[in-house]
């Protein structure tokens, strides 16, 4: 994966995009190969070391959110840095809380939040502890089409402007089309690579794909 | 949908575990119960059944204070002994083929200088008369029958103590130590232990001497001649009988025996039955409880069968076969552990050195219908609220994300209620405690009740405080585990209901312990209090045992010792006053010196001046009875003498009570009175008061009486409290049994939380958690809802121990902060426990669930 750019990972259900990503980010372990992240192999380290690994270096958006409901919505943001005991730099969680819209929803509890606020509470969350890569499983799959379309601007601006490593694994075409490069999975193997796609390109190529 | 509800219990198996755990143990110890006395009944009634055999009639002396029934004929040195000359008598009748008498007493057995005893049971001392065998139930097993002097010892006993034939051992009854030759050893003929009990025989004429029955016998045993019913046999006695005996079928006296062992046996029954009774009452809570969660946890299971046209009906049989199938596994797993606990009881009891008899174990079909019955029938009662929310799932949560369950009524409807509940609850025990004339077991009933509708609406309104509680009691939680800890807490708080519930089955334990402390604390104050007013002597002599009687010889015995300035004994035995049988003491003129009384009427000089007719009474007493000075008393003693006696004084004794009963005479009125006057407590005062030498002094002077106790005043408080102690810890430990069947209900939902939060268990991990924070996190949930519980609990047992003791005067309003604070340890050490198990399942859910599980 490129530092500073924007990976998608697709491929039709089954092609093994989420195994690739879980061992990316340290969530499995392969049978064979390794994955170095800023020059350590995490597939040697332990539950313990791995655990801090993604706590200190990786973040994560999930398809379905994950707030914890009885939290607010700052809560929920500062969650990771709390569970590592650390206080969060201020000057850049006010800067996250800019670029994800959130000043005014700080203190909402999820059940309180829009959909598309609560994946934003979720990417801050992730940014707020400035991981090396930060990983998305589907992040618009449980979104309506205005507030997937805020969550990839998010996503695509988080990476122009503060240089972070992203990796999106989606299944949505129009999602994908903001990546600045897309790997291409079936029956667990790369098939095709594409660089600055359009959504057209992409739809091309799964369609190629399925038809095979 | 039967096998639907079975394959569902059998995919949900940790969870039916768990849940049938809560019942098991309530279970147990109703099976337990069961198969223990039983076993003891059974083993009682083969030991009276050999003490009588070959005897076609007894008999005894007539208790006059009883009405029909009469104590066990010679077992019991209490029953009024009769002239030995109706021996002859009786042999000469024509249908007489033998006849044998008896005296027994409470001999103790003195080796090495200290008397023989295990544990609290009986010294048994009789008479054995080697010339008619066929009466006896002891067989000769070494050495030979006694002689004048000699005694015959048990071999459990002889064992135990290394006492062997020709032995010389020290022998003290109703006077000092005699020596006496064991002559032989005896084995009592049935096949069952006798219990801890010692066994002593002696010739007649020893045995009159020892236990003070010059001349006098306490049965005579009967055989008729061949053909000769026992029932001609006893019309035949009956004319010769002179008052104050009886006479009884051998089959009856075994029969009367025994039935005086089983009413202690059945008092002892209901009691562990009640504890039995409070652990179900518990363990319906976590039933509850945790069917409540499972049924939730299913809702959407629910919805698709609905869709899938099961009606209401179906969805409530099919909860309730649920209940009923975890019920009965419950009830005969239950059953079975009862009946190894049964069998563990005995082994440790003999363990400790106290012997139960025991023939056997029993088990009778009873205790497994009763067992399997309460087991399924508790188990299906508290499905009954979970299993009708479930029947009001609609088809539609089927294909809704995040589908909850309906809750049946609306909060505040709810609300009232539970408060209506506990107003009623609280009224049923202040009606129970204040209204006057419900007997013991009115008292009791209304209590019972009244307590078990405020555990229930107590548990249904702390859903309202958990959020608050949770607040404060996650404070240490937070402090210590810092975010972690903040999660714990917001866990605990996310669904108030469910801490709440979870929370009530603690608390229930807790507000009992915390009552039992109080009343405990409160009784012992008292009694302090009252030792401190009253006495003002220096050493008080009582049994080892501190509360059998002494032979009367102590008292004059110690009196003699060197700086004695003076003794006064409390005799006390049981007379008939004002129609019923009470408590009657009497004191030496002395007493005056060693207890200081506060009197309403009349003065300390009355203590010096009862005389021969004079008595004194409390203000209680006075009051119920309406006595002034000057009013005269009769009573009845047991042997049939009616006294009379007139009002000198009365007295107001402390809150904590005196050692007299309603009316108090002299000793000396009280000797001629009563057949075998022996003394409660002997009070001393002495030059120099209390010190190393004196306590000496006394204790030389008493080497003949090694069941004497000299002990200070420190001492003797401490001595009188023990028992009440050990009372506290027994029910200590039957409660306890409660707390851990509130911890498994805490274990439960934990689990089922940790089930529900999986997917956000794993986006913890996934962020960042290890493992070893969150079993942190569980840890401090268990925690902060163990402690939710034990606060409310001991609130709650706070209030419930201020309503008893504004009722009974002998206990005081005492908060025992020392037993709170360890309870409230105890407590978190549940929670700890408690949260192992699920703290190590949550542990080891993998970060992948968060993503993947659905």
Redesign the interface.
């Known amino acids: 994966m490129e530092r500073g750019r924007l990976t998608g990972v697709m491929g039709p259900s089954g092609s093994g995009k ?1 195994t690739l990503m ?1 061992i990316l ?1 340290g ?2 372990r392969p049978t064979a190969g390794t994955v170095e992240l800023d020059g350590t192999d995490i597939t040697k380290l332990d ?2 070391r791995l ?2 690994l ?3 270096h990786i973040g ?1 958006v ?3 959110f ?1 707030l ?4 607010d919505a700052r809560e929920n943001m500062e ?2 840095l ?4 650390e206080r969060p730099d201020s000057e850049w969680f006010d800067q996250v809380v800019e670029q994800t819209r959130l000043g005014d929803r700080l203190t909402h509890r999820p059940s309180e939040l829009s959909g598309g606020q609560q994946q934003r509470v979720a990417i801050a ?2 940014l707020l502890n400035k991981p090396s890569v930060l990983f998305a ?1 589907e992040p618009t799959g449980n979104l309506d089409s205005s507030a997937s379309g805020e969550i990839l601007d998010l996503i695509r601006r988080s990476v122009d402007e503060s240089g972070q490593t992203v990796v999106m694994v989606t299944h949505d075409p129009y999602a994908a089309a903001i990546a600045d490069r897309i790997l291409f999975l079936e029956d667990g193997r790369l098939v095709r690579e594409m660089t600055d796609p359009s959504s057209d390109d992409i739809i091309g190529v799964m369609k190629e794909l399925g038809a095979q | 949908m039967i096998r639907f509800s079975l394959r569902g219990l059998a995919s949900r198996k940790l969870r039916s575990v768990l849940t049938a755990l809560a019942i098991v143990l309530g279970v147990a110890l109703v099976s337990g119960t069961y198969v223990l006395t039983d076993s003891i009944t059974k083993a009682f009634d083969s030991i009276f059944q050999t003490v009588y055999r070959g005897t076609d009639a007894t008999i005894t002396g007539r208790n006059a204070l009883d009405n029909n029934a009469s104590n066990v004929g010679g077992g019991d040195s209490r029953t009024p002994s009769f002239d030995e000359a109706l021996l002859a008598k009786v042999r000469a009748l024509p249908d007489v083929k033998a006849a044998i008498g008896g005296v027994a007493g409470e001999p103790h057995l003195v080796k090495n200088g200290k008397a023989i005893a295990f544990g609290g049971a009986p010294n048994l001392g009789f008479s054995v008369d080697p010339k008619y065998p066929q009466f006896s139930s002891l067989k000769l097993s070494k050495g030979s029958w006694p002689g004048p002097n000699q005694v015959v010892v048990d071999t459990g006993t002889a064992k135990h103590k290394s006492i062997h034939v020709g032995d010389s051992i020290g022998v003290q009854a109703e006077g000092p130590i005699v020596q006496m030759k064991v002559a032989g050893l005896v084995k009592f003929g049935s096949a069952g232990s006798l219990g801890g009990a010692t066994l002593a025989g002696f010739d007649i004429a020893t045995a009159q001497a020892l236990f003070n029955k010059k001349g006098k016998l306490d049965d005579i045993r009967v055989a008729a001649r061949t053909g000769v019913s026992p029932q001609r046999l006893v019309n035949q006695i009956k004319p010769i009988l002179p008052a104050g005996t009886q006479v009884n079928t051998g089959e009856q006296q075994a029969q009367k025996a025994a039935d005086s062992t089983n009413s202690f046996l059945t008092f002892f029954k209901t009691f562990l039955l009640a504890f039995a009774g409070i652990a179900l009452f518990v363990g319906s809570f976590v039933i509850a409880n945790s069917l409540s969660i499972t049924i939730a946890q299913r809702t959407r299971e629910f919805a698709t069968l609905r869709t899938l046209g099961a009606n209401r009906r179906q969805i409530l049989r099919a909860v309730l076969v649920e209940a009923f199938v975890i019920g009965l596994l419950a009830a005969v797993v239950g059953l079975f552990v009862g009946f190894l606990l049964a069998k563990g009881l005995f082994s440790l009891f003999d363990a400790v050195g106290f012997t139960l008899p025991n023939s056997g174990i029993v088990f009778e079909a009873r205790t497994a219908i009763v067992a399997i019955l309460v087991g399924v029938i508790v188990t299906v009662a508290a499905s009954l609220r979970p299993a009708i929310r479930a029947t009001r799932v609609q088809p539609i949560e089927a294909v809704r994300e995040g589908a909850t369950l309906p809750e049946t009524s609306t909060p505040r409807r709810r609300f009232i209620r539970a408060l209506v509940l506990t107003v009623l609850g609280f009224a049923a025990i202040v009606y129970g405690l204040f209204k006057p004339g419900l007997g013991t077991g009115g008292v009791l009933g209304w209590m019972g009740i009244g307590a078990l509708m405020v555990f229930v609406g107590v548990a249904l309104l702390s859903a309202r405080w958990v959020p608050a509680l949770a607040e404060v009691l996650g404070w240490p939680a937070v402090r210590i585990g810092g975010a972690v800890g903040r999660l714990a807490r917001e866990n605990a708080r996310r669904n108030p209901q469910r801490t709440a519930s979870t929370a009530s089955a603690l608390m229930i334990g807790l507000a009992l312990v915390t009552l039992v402390a109080m009343l405990a604390a409160g009784i012992i104050s008292n009694f302090k209090g009252a030792v401190n007013s009253l006495f003002v002597g220096d050493y008080v002599v009582t049994a080892q045992n501190n509360f059998s009687s002494l032979p009367v010889k102590v008292g004059d015995t110690v009196a003699k010792t060197a700086g004695v300035t003076a003794v006064a004994s409390v005799r006390s035995d049981e007379a008939k006053i004002f129609g019923s049988k009470d408590q009657l003491t009497a004191v030496d003129p002395t007493i005056g010196s060693t207890l200081a009384l506060k009197w309403k009427q009349g003065s300390q000089a009355v203590l010096s001046s009862l005389g021969e007719d004079g008595a004194f009474t409390d203000d209680g007493y006075a009051k119920d009875h309406h006595l002034h000075i000057g009013s005269p008393v009769s009573f009845l003693t047991p042997t049939g003498k009616t006294v009379n006696v007139t009002i000198k004084g009365i007295f107001k004794p402390p809150a904590g009570g005196s050692p007299f009963g309603p009316i108090t005479i002299s000793s000396a009125l009280f000797d001629r009175s009563f057949q075998l006057p022996e003394n409660m407590f002997t009070f001393i005062k002495m030059q120099g008061g209390e010190s190393e030498a004196n306590q000496a002094a006394l204790e030389r002077q008493l080497n003949g009486f090694p069941n004497a106790k000299v002990q200070n005043k420190s001492k003797f408080v401490d001595n009188q409290i023990s028992g009440l102690k050990s009372t506290l810890n027994i029910l200590y430990v039957l409660l306890a049994l409660s707390v851990i069947v509130s911890l498994f209900g805490i274990v439960n939902t934990l689990v089922l939380s940790v089930f529900e939060r999986t997917r956000e268990i794993g986006m913890l991990r996934a962020v960042g958690m290890t493992r070893r924070q969150t079993r942190r996190m569980i840890r401090h949930e268990s925690v902060i809802t163990a402690l939710i519980g034990t606060v409310t609990g001991i609130a709650l047992g706070i209030v419930l121990g201020a309503l008893l003791a504004a009722r009974v005067d002998e206990i005081n309003f005492s908060i025992p902060v020392g037993s709170l604070i360890i309870f409230v340890v105890a407590a978190v050490i549940v929670g700890l426990i408690a949260a192992i198990f699920p703290a190590r399942r949550a542990s080891r859910l993998r970060p992948l669930e968060a993503l993947s599980y659905e």
């Open positions: 989420s879980h980010a969530l499995d539950d313990d655990t801090k993604r706590r200190d994560f999930f398809q379905f994950n914890l409901p009885m939290l969650l990771p709390a569970i590592a005991g969350r992730a499983d």
